[in-house]
């Protein structure tokens, strides 16, 4: 008999304790334990606003802003029109599954190896696509087809017009290859280009000394890699030149343009599953009692962590792009995509079909929310075989409601006598009740544990159950003194009701995505800047592409503090 779940200091749960699960819960559902709820009352949901005075956010210096491993590859990818991009064997010194790339991020020994390594590599598998590159008019010289491919080129590599004496210092460059033939010329300026700094470098220093602005060239870059993550296509290169980018309204344009595109969709799609902390789903197995369900041929984890982070993907882009919905959708939709595997594995429906085809199951009413409890977010916020109500509890707070971040104790998760005491509790439901009741853990994880709480109805692996280590599962949990949500919370889907009719989760999405465009995370809601985009963003419909427009749009991203960069 398993038993129910209560914390002892509450009589309402000691009372509880002694009853039948079926019972406990007609408890809850008539009010017993609804006395002082805080339940928000029917009527138009009222947008939560802190009502204190907002904090400006720091400002951004002039910088140098190294791209990303896997920028890099993209952009070489698109300069050189390659089917796929490059692949280094480093990350570069950051998080593979990090949400944006880090803008203080350096070049180190490693790196620098492989930049030249990838350099090489891709140019030997351009000799044949020299002369089309090169595209040499007749009657032009070599040394002036040379000369002007190095600067139209460079102009690409480089985000902006070369100036004459860096194009002297490649012509250098030329001539030594030229010793050997035209096109090892040709390919000895594109290495040379592949690892500039001012290739793996975004400039962000704008146009004077002091404060300043962006210039169009740097506000285009800042574009291709917040829509694109590669380099700046050929409209936002002519959008700079011609001086477009300069105005807000030249900057919607491309927006909109940019947001037409495929290839944004799918980069936007994969922002938001790293803004939900996805990829992590890769890294972390599973035990292998998660996967008997499964017939033996189906227990390949490598595949299944495919499977979720597909299942993740399908749904983003159909949230986004198939239905355009408002960024509600994602932690409101019980819509999920699974393969035949996928659905044997979390016992869901799937019909006749290609066994390896995702396809849109509607899954049982009230039972899941959207990202909330989908298989790969749960997946990647657990441990190998068992949940972690600490690290989902963390996700929600941090990411899903945007609260701000928490004061930890020094020294205090290695306390001997708090960790002694957690490794007599064999479960992650009897653990949280110690951290609740115990100060100082329950300063902290007041606020983070109770949206572990919530998700306690689904495993290590996203699958739904009514029981945990022995306990009967209760997902309620109180979240009065929490801003935005304000009353209990009775599950996933009561949860992502109460955070999306008061638009926290739409102020928390300008947060993140505003995070994700400067290159540092935004950790106080309360920020002046977000705020006024919070502001505009309530008279629009909460689409993905209202949000980004107004992030795009913003003028902090472009303003730059006075200084050495």
């Not at 146009?207 to 800042?222: K, M, N, P, R, W």
């Not at 509600?328 to 799937?350: G, H």
């Amino acid at each position: 008999m398993p038993r129910p779940r209560y914390w002892s200091r509450d009589p309402r749960r000691r009372l509880a304790a002694g009853l039948p699960f079926m019972a406990v819960f007609a408890a809850f559902s008539s009010g017993i334990a609804c006395e002082d709820s805080g339940e928000s009352k029917p009527g138009k949901p009222t947008a939560y606003e802190p009502s204190e005075p907002c904090t400006p956010l720091p400002p951004i210096g002039r910088r140098l802003w190294r791209l990303s491993v896997q920028q890099y590859a993209n952009s070489v990818r698109d300069l050189l029109d390659l089917d796929s991009p490059p692949v280094l064997a480093t990350t570069g010194g950051t998080s593979e599954s990090a949400f944006f790339s880090d803008s203080s991020a350096t070049v180190d020994e490693n790196l620098a190896f492989q930049l030249n390594l990838t350099a090489r590599k891709v140019t030997a598998g351009l000799t044949p696509r020299i002369p089309a590159l090169a595209a040499c008019t007749a009657g032009e010289t070599e040394e002036a087809c040379a000369r002007r491919f190095t600067g139209r080129f460079g102009a690409r590599a480089f985000r902006r017009p070369l100036e004459e004496g860096e194009i002297t210092s490649l012509m250098a460059v030329y001539a030594e290859g030229r010793q050997q033939d035209f096109a090892t010329g040709i390919s000895l300026v594109i290495q040379a280009l592949l690892q500039s700094p001012s290739f793996m470098f975004r400039s962000e220093l704008g146009s004077g000394a002091g404060d300043t602005t962006l210039t169009e060239h740097e506000v285009a870059t800042q574009l291709a890699y917040m829509f694109l993550d590669s380099t700046p296509d050929v409209g936002l290169l002519a959008a700079a030149a011609d001086g477009r980018l300069s105005q807000p309204q030249g900057i919607a344009a491309e927006v909109d343009r940019l947001l037409s595109l495929d290839a944004v969709k799918r980069n936007i799609t994969r922002v938001v599953l790293d803004w939900f902390n996805t990829r992590q789903a890769f890294i972390i197995a599973k035990a292998p009692e998660h996967f008997f369900a499964l017939p033996a041929a189906d227990r390949n984890q490598a595949l299944l962590q495919q499977d979720v982070y597909a299942s993740a993907r399908a749904l983003v882009d159909d949230v986004l792009w198939t239905r355009g919905d408002s960024l509600t959708s994602l932690i409101t939709t019980e819509r999920m995509f699974v393969n035949r595997r996928l659905a044997t594995l979390l016992d869901l429906p799937f019909t006749d079909g290609a066994p390896e085809e995702l396809q849109a199951v509607d899954t049982i009413p009230g039972q899941r929310a959207g990202l909330l409890t989908h298989p790969a977010v749960l997946w990647a916020a657990s441990g190998t075989d068992r949940t972690s109500i600490v690290r989902r509890g963390i996700l929600l707070h941090n990411d899903v409601v945007c609260a701000d971040s928490l004061p930890f104790p020094e020294g205090l998760i290695n306390s001997p006598e708090i960790q002694a005491a957690l490794a007599m509790l064999p479960t992650e439901i009897e653990k949280s009740d110690y951290r609740l009741a115990t100060p100082p853990c329950k300063n902290c994880h007041a606020q983070i544990d109770p949206f572990g709480l919530v998700l306690e109805n689904f495993d290590a692996v996203g699958r739904y159950r009514t029981e945990a280590e022995g306990w009967v599962v209760n997902p309620t949990a109180d979240f009065s003194a929490m801003p935005g949500i304000g009353r209990v919370a009775r599950g996933p889907v009561d949860l992502a009701k109460a955070i999306t009719d008061s638009r926290q989760f739409l102020g928390c999405a300008a947060q993140k995505m505003a995070s994700y465009a400067i290159g540092r995370m935004i950790r106080a809601y309360n920020t002046c800047e977000v705020r006024a985009m919070r502001a505009e963003l309530s008279s629009l419909d909460g689409t993905a592409s209202a949000l980004l427009r107004q992030v795009a749009t913003a003028s902090f991203l472009r303003s730059r503090a006075g200084g050495a960069p």
